[in-house]
C-alpha cells in the first residue's frame, strides 16, 4: 500500500504530509481548498505530466514524494530494481516539476526517468475520476480484467492457449530460419563438395608430405650423397685404388686384434681390449656392407625426382586451401563430409516441422476456440454482476456488457477482442465504457467494476476515486460509500468526496483546509476523528455548528458502521 505522500508547493497546497491506512481513506474540505490537487500530486508521482503551472506561486519547484510498502516479489519492486532502485526500507519515490517545466523523477534513491513512475503506476494504483482513468485504457486491460474474474478455470484455459501458441510460434520460427537459409546452405554444400571431390581426386596418405619432402631432398642431392657414401665404403674396405694412405681401416682392425690375441693370455685386461676391438672391426664390417647397399640402391633418377616434385605441388595446392598439413587436410575432409550429410538433411528437418506446425495449428485453434467459449460465459456473468453493483450506485437503468469478439487473429492470450461496454439506458445501445459515461458516472461504473472483480483478487494494491459521488445524493450516496467499504476489504482505497454519506464510511478521515492570512492561501491536511470528525460531517451536509446537523452526522456514522 501506500504509506504516506508528502505534497510541497503544488498549486494552494504549502506542505501537506498524508498519513495513509490500510482500508478506505476519505479526503474532504471545502470547495477550491485543494483536495483535487492531492489527486494531482498523486498522479505525478506516477508519472503524469509535468506542468510548470501546477508550481505553487513565488516558488521554484514542486515536490510530491511517496512512500510505498510492498511484499517480497512484487512486480513493482522487480520493475524498480531493474532501475537500480534501493527498496530495502520501502520503495521511496520522488517528483520534482521546476517552474520552467523541467522534471525529474527518483525511484529508491535513484535518478530515473519519469517513465520509470509510469511504468510502477500499473501495478500500483488504478486512478478513477473526471480527469483521470487509470483503468482500460488499453485493448488488453479488458482481456484481463475478465480473466481475472474468471478465477483458476479461466486461468488454466489461459495458460493452456499460451503454452501451444508459445510452441507453435518457436517451430515456425525455426521453418523460416530454415527456409531463409535454404540458398546459403545450398552454397555451403557445394563448396564442401568441390573440396572432397579435390581431396577424393589426389587421395593424399597421412603423413605423405613429409615423406616426400624427404625423398625430394635425396633424390636432389643423388650424385653428393653417392660421393660420400662410396669414399666411406672404400675406408673402410680398402678400395681406395690408392688415394688414401695407410692400410684400410677393417685391415688395421684385423691386425689389431691378431697382435692382442697373441699376447693377451698373460693378462686379462688385455684380453678385454682385444674383445672391444674385435667388436669394432665387426661394427666396421657391418657398416662397410650397410654402405654397399645404399650405393647399390642410390641411383640417380631425374624422373622419380620430376614425379615427387610434381605430387608435392598437387599437395600443397591442397594444403593451402584446407590446412597446413596433409593430416589436417584429410581431418578437414572428415568434418566436411559430416557437414554435407547435415545440410542435405535439412529437408527432412522441414519436413518434420512442417507436420509440427500443422498440427499444433489445429490444436492452438482449439485451445482457442475453448478459451473463447469460456470467456463468452464468464463475461455474462461478469456484466451482470457490474450491471447489479450499478443499481446500488443511482444508475439503475444502466446495463453493462462484456463484449468478447473474434479479432481475426492469433495472439499471445487467444484470438478475442475483450471490451466492457456500458449501454447508459434503455433502447441505447452499448458503447467502451471509457466513451459512454463521462465525470462521476464513469468513476462509479469504474467503482462497480472493481467491487465486482474484487473477490478474485484487486488488480492493484491501490483505488483513488476522484468525484466518485457527483450527482449522487441521498440513499445512493450511502450505497456509494458502501461499496467503497466493500472494495477497502480488499485493496487500500482513497476517496476525494464532498458528500457525508460517503465519508462516514470511511476508516480514516483527512481533511483539507485552506488558510488566508490576507495575502497569501495555504492548504494544509490534516486527520480528523471523534467529534472533530462529526463537526466535519456536519459542516460537510451544510448545517456546520448545528446541534441537528452533528446528530444527523453521527446517524451517519452509526449507520455506517452497522
Do not use: C
Not at 517513465?115 to 486512478?127: K, P, S
Amino acid at each position: 500500500m501506500i504509506e504516506e505522500i508528502r505534497i510541497r508547493d503544488l498549486g494552494v497546497i504549502d506542505e501537506a504530509v498524508l498519513p495513509l491506512h490500510p482500508g478506505l481513506t476519505v479526503l474532504t474540505g471545502e470547495t477550491g481548498a485543494g483536495k483535487t490537487m492531492v489527486v494531482t500530486g498523486l498522479g505525478l508521482l506516477l508519472g503524469g505530466r509535468g506542468d510548470s503551472g501546477l508550481v505553487r506561486a513565488g516558488t521554484d519547484r514542486t515536490v510530491v514524494e511517496g512512500v510505498v510498502v510492498l511484499p517480497d516479489g512484487h512486480p513493482a519492486l522487480e520493475r524498480a530494481a531493474e532501475a537500480g532502485a534501493d527498496t530495502s526500507d520501502g520503495l521511496v519515490l520522488v517528483r520534482t516539476v521546476q517552474a520552467d517545466g523541467r522534471s525529474r523523477a527518483h525511484v529508491g534513491g535513484r535518478s530515473a526517468p519519469v517513465g520509470v513512475l509510469a511504468d510502477l503506476a500499473e501495478h500500483l494504483v488504478a486512478v478513477h475520476g473526471q480527469a483521470d482513468q487509470w483503468r482500460l485504457r488499453r485493448a488488453d486491460e479488458h482481456r484481463e480484467v475478465l480473466d481475472t474474474f474468471g478465477g483458476p478455470g479461466l486461468a488454466d484455459a489461459v495458460r493452456a492457449y499460451r503454452e501451444v501458441h508459445a510452441e507453435l510460434q518457436a517451430v515456425q520460427a525455426e521453418l523460416e530460419a530454415l527456409r531463409t537459409a535454404a540458398a546459403e546452405r545450398a552454397r555451403e554444400a557445394e563448396t564442401l563438395r568441390l573440396g572432397l571431390e579435390r581431396i577424393e581426386a589426389l587421395d593424399p596418405q597421412p603423413g605423405e608430405d613429409e615423406a616426400l619432402r624427404a625423398e625430394s631432398g635425396r633424390l636432389g642431392h643423388a650424385e653428393e650423397l653417392r660421393a660420400a657414401a662410396g669414399a666411406a665404403h672404400d675406408l673402410l674396405s680398402g678400395d681406395t685404388d690408392g688415394v688414401a694412405e695407410g692400410p684400410a681401416v677393417l685391415e688395421a682392425l684385423a691386425s689389431a686384434s691378431a697382435r692382442l690375441a697373441q699376447a693377451s693370455a698373460n693378462d686379462p685386461e688385455l684380453a678385454a681390449l682385444g674383445t672391444r676391438v674385435d667388436e669394432l672391426r665387426y661394427l666396421a664390417a657391418d657398416l662397410a656392407a650397410d654402405l654397399g647397399s645404399y650405393l647399390a640402391d642410390a641411383d640417380v633418377d631425374p624422373a622419380r625426382l620430376d614425379q615427387v616434385e610434381q605430387r608435392r605441388a598437387a599437395l600443397t595446392e591442397l594444403t593451402r586451401l584446407y590446412g597446413p598439413g596433409v593430416d589436417d587436410v584429410l581431418a578437414w575432409g572428415s568434418a566436411a563430409a559430416v557437414r554435407v550429410a547435415e545440410l542435405e538433411g535439412t529437408g527432412d528437418r522441414i519436413g518434420g516441422l512442417e507436420e509440427q506446425a500443422a498440427a499444433l495449428t489445429a490444436r492452438r485453434a482449439e485451445a482457442a476456440e475453448a478459451l473463447s467459449d469460456l470467456r463468452r460465459r464468464v463475461a455474462d456473468a461478469l456484466g451482470a454482476r457490474i450491471t447489479d453493483e450499478l443499481a446500488h450506485l443511482a444508475m439503475g437503468s444502466a446495463t453493462v456488457h462484456v463484449a468478447v469478439e473474434d479479432a481475426g487473429r492469433f495472439g499471445a492470450d487467444g484470438r478475442d477482442a475483450v471490451e466492457v461496454r456500458l449501454a447508459a439506458g434503455p433502447g441505447t445501445p452499448p458503447r467502451s465504457v471509457t466513451r459512454a459515461a463521462s465525470g462521476g458516472e464513469l468513476s462509479r461504473v469504474m467503482l462497480a467494476l472493481e467491487v465486482a472483480t474484487a473477490d478474485a483478487g484487486a488488480s492493484v494494491p491501490t483505488f483513488v476515486f476522484d468525484e466518485v459521488d457527483a450527482g449522487v445524493g441521498g440513499r445512493a450516496a450511502l450505497d456509494v460509500g458502501a461499496r467503497l467499504a466493500a472494495l477497502a476489504r480488499h485493496a487500500q482505497v482513497v476517496v476525494v468526496t464532498h458528500l457525508a454519506q460517503v465519508a462516514a464510511h470511511a476508516d480514516r478521515h483527512l481533511v483539507v483546509e485552506k488558510s488566508v492570512d490576507g495575502h497569501v492561501t495555504r492548504s494544509m491536511v490534516h486527520e480528523v476523528a471523534g467529534e472533530d470528525r462529526v463537526a466535519e460531517l456536519a459542516r460537510m451536509l451544510g448545517g456546520s455548528g448545528t446541534d441537528a446537523a452533528l446528530e444527523h452526522a453521527r446517524d451517519l456514522l452509526a449507520r455506517a458502521r452497522a
